[in-house]
């Protein structure tokens, strides 16, 4: 390790979360790659996806995942607070991917995305209406996000590492949540010309 990146005087129970960081965010990256790369109907919906959706989730995840994982097992600052923030945001897309729609009601674009690809996979919520409800497999990639982003962060303020600018990360989560919301969720929709009671 090089003296300027802050982890030289890294005490065990730093080591022992930073590796409970690591084995979260390789779960995490192999398990997305998985269920984006392979047919596992009816848990996953990869047999609707066109060979282009799938390389290109698939292949940018895998770069936006591993980023942070080989960040924290190179002790690279610069990667591991790109982990921090990543991992939160990443959770929040994923919450408005699929709890908007589920609890406001899809755009025409998420709705068919959702019936194209996740509508016949497995559920466990029940269905409000004609919103979509997330399936099984994003349930246990959310949870798998969550969990990875605590420990990440858990991890990384274990390290005598300082992040001075960590601020800059919520505006950017900021604007691609709203973004997510805006795409599955308002795009495209119609107002009520009803009038209101």
């Known amino acids: 390790m090089s003296p300027d990146n802050g ?50 989730e698939a292949g940018i995840n895998l770069v936006l995942m591993s980023a942070p994982l080989l960040g924290f097992i190179l002790h690279q600052p610069l990667l591991m607070k790109f982990g921090v923030v990543y991992y939160f945001i990443l959770f929040a897309v994923e919450c408005a991917t699929w709890w908007g729609p589920y609890f406001f009601g899809p755009s025409q674009m998420g709705l068919e995305i959702y019936n194209r690809i996740h509508g016949r996979t497995i ?37 005598p590492i300082q992040f001075q600018h960590w601020w800059i990360g919520l505006i950017i989560g900021a604007v691609m949540v ?20």
């Open 7 to 56: 982890l030289e005087t890294i005490t065990v129970h730093s080591w022992l979360m930073i590796a409970f960081a690591i084995t979260s965010q390789l779960i995490l990256v192999l398990y997305h790659q998985i269920t984006t790369l392979f047919d596992f109907f009816p848990f996953n919906g990869v047999r609707f996806y066109s060979r282009r959706e799938k390389l290109l």
């Open 123 to 159: 559920t466990v919520l029940p269905r409000r209406g004609k919103n979509p409800s997330p399936n099984l497999e994003h349930l246990i990639l959310m949870a798998l996000t969550i969990l990875t982003a605590v420990t990440t962060l858990i991890a990384f303020r274990s390290a």
């Open 178 to 197: 709203s973004g997510t919301i805006f795409q599955f969720c308002l795009q495209g929709r119609q107002k009520s010309n009803a009038p209101s009671a």
